[in-house]
């Protein structure tokens, strides 16, 4: 009888939800409703006060009267601060106007980042994202996620408005039951009732001072998340060495024809999810609104109760609250503090490797062997791989940053976890290495193998020549060099994503994760970075055996 009677009501609410407008709501209209409807409150708040006020000063007479019968019981400060609290209610508007006047010293402060950075991440590619959105693909969904969620700020703003409403009628009470009884309720009660009141009504530059503590650039939001995106490096395959994803083409190809190639598919994956980076900056910004509000009221918490509610608690979120305004600066200060500034480098970012000496043919829809066909796929896959591996790694160390302001709003008692833990700690270093991850990975194939050619650090070589080539035609060495050209790129693609996958390992050691181990990470990064090196390490390889003359030789 109870199933039947829960299946029927899922049926009820099922035929409500598919015939009624309920899908015509979102975040947004949600948190207007609630804007909306509580758009009065301050109106009675102010009523209340009022009439509070009228039977504050009616006591206060009363209170005049006992002094004037027994000054001893009824001390004459009884009466006066009731006459005083009585004007002062009457009198909110202005007592908010002083504390407001406190906090932001009478100047409006206009902060709202949230309208200063797009979706689109980088200037370059909004006419690339825009035209996809109509396409109903993952950047459409990641824009409409975030115009849904444009109106949580206000209600942040308005929630905080009235808690400032309260908190001031709620000082002024205390200021009198502090001059009645000065030993139950102390000063500080009260001050810190009036401060966070003005705190609250002037959240604005209590932003502002959470964002300008973390980003002291100069630069706005948009133009850093421009600088990131848009940077020298980034579309550039310092393996396959050329540009890998240009805008709509590739390879000759129009991606909006529906992908001719598996390397324009891998282009679109990556052109239609290049909306993440800015969508997790606006995150990020709703998430420092609600942490701002927090720390305001762990503040009042402090003051009130220091044993139970640490100083730190408040700190710790206004700092990881600035931290989440200026994602994008905070995500900059991270990659450049373990790598070189891409735009410093880029003359070093071309020509990674000494190339493939295979024998392209003239159209791969002409190509009529095996080995013509892998290398066809090899040279249409290798540069889109590396391109949508690198923004993979990007946005990853995007969320390993986030992940690691979050935690700074930990207690200590976390271990490895909290805000000084070695997990954290390793977080914010593997995400630098993550948004770097090809400069990491030239990095650590220049520290293996010497390259002969120092403006290109971490080369590898891969020029491959046959030892023995009698009894062999010129289409036989070129079908050789072809397959192993196709081998060596394979390999370079593993490689990178073993690299990969090994940064991660070493972010679940320090984690203290029993499925991990340091020996599986380094495993996998030098494993990683010898694969993409596959030809340099054949050569020691023969060269410690002696047998350089035989087989092939890579140069």
């Known amino acids: 009888m109870v199933k039947k009677n829960i299946s029927v009501l899922f049926g009820v609410l099922f035929y409500f939800l598919l015939s009624g407008d309920v899908f015509a709501q979102d975040v947004n209209d949600i948190a207007q409703n609630i804007v909306g409807s509580t758009a009065r409150l301050p109106g ?79 200037s370059r590619l909004v006419g690339l994202v825009t035209g996809y959105l109509s396409f109903g693909n993952f950047n459409s969904i990641l824009n409409s996620i975030m115009l849904s969620m444009g109106q949580i700020p206000g209600m942040v703003s ?17 200021t009198r039951d502090h001059v009645e009884d000065p030993d139950r309720i102390p000063l500080k009660d009260v001050v810190i009732r009036y401060l966070t009141a003005g705190m609250l009504f002037g959240l604005p530059t209590i932003f502002n001072a959470m964002f300008e503590a973390i980003n002291n650039s100069g630069m706005g939001l948009a133009g850093v998340l421009t600088s990131i995106l848009s940077g020298a490096g980034f579309f550039w395959s310092t393996q396959a060495d050329s540009v890998a994803c240009n805008g709509l083409e590739f390879t000759g190809v129009n991606l909006f024809t529906g992908g001719a190639t598996l390397g324009s598919v891998l282009c679109t994956v990556m052109e239609t999810t290049m909306g993440l980076p800015g969508f997790l900056a606006a995150l990020s ?51 450049y503090s373990v790598t070189p500034n891409a735009a410093a480098v880029a003359g070093t970012i071309a020509g990674a490797n000494t190339g493939f000496n295979e024998t392209l043919p003239a159209s791969c829809a002409d190509a009529n062997s095996l080995d013509v066909a892998m290398v066809c796929f090899m040279n249409d896959t290798l540069g889109p791989t590396h391109v949508l591996l690198n923004f993979f790694t990007f946005v990853a160390g995007l969320i390993f940053v986030m992940i690691g302001i979050s935690r700074l709003t930990r207690s200590a008692q976390e ?136 087989g092939v030789t890579f140069s």
């Not at 109760?305 to 994602?327: V, W």
């Open 415 to 550: 271990g490895a976890k909290g805000p000084g833990g070695i997990g954290t700690i390793a977080t914010f270093v593997i995400a630098g290495f993550l948004m770097s991850s090809s400069t990491i990975m030239r990095a650590v194939s220049g520290s293996i193998f010497v390259n002969p050619n120092p403006l290109e650090f971490g080369s590898s070589q891969t020029n491959a020549q046959l030892k023995y080539t009698t009894g062999m035609d010129v289409a036989e060495q070129a079908a050789a060099h072809n397959v192993i050209s196709a081998v060596l790129k394979f390999m370079i693609i593993i490689g990178m994503i073993s690299f990969v996958r090994g940064l991660f390992i070493m972010r679940d050691v320090a984690e203290g994760s029993g499925q991990a181990s340091t020996m599986a990470g380094l495993t996998h990064i030098i494993g990683g970075a010898l694969a993409v090196n596959l030809g340099p390490l054949l050569n020691a390889v023969q060269a410690t055996l002696g047998i350089t003359a035989f």
């Open 285 to 335: 910004y709703i998430i420092g609104t609600v942490l701002g509000l927090w720390a305001i009221i762990k503040i009042r918490d402090h003051v009130n109760n220091p044993s139970q509610t640490p100083l730190h608690e408040g700190i710790t979120r206004l700092i990881a609250g600035g931290a989440f305004f200026a994602l994008p600066v905070v995500a900059v200060a991270i990659q």
């Open 158 to 174: 308005s929630v905080a408005y009235l808690l400032g409403l309260v908190m001031a009628v709620s000082a002024i009470y205390k």
């Open 44 to 122: 009675l708040i102010t009523a209340l006060t009022f009439l509070s006020a009228i039977i504050i000063c009616v006591t206060a007479i009363l209170k005049t009267i006992d002094h004037v019968s027994n000054p001893t019981q009824t001390p004459i400060r009884v009466p006066v601060i009731r006459f005083l609290i009585g004007g002062a209610l009457l009198s909110l508007p202005i007592i908010v106007e002083a504390t407001l006047f406190t906090i932001n010293g009478g100047s409006i402060t206009n902060f709202n980042p949230f309208t200063t950075f797009s979706i689109f991440g980088a």
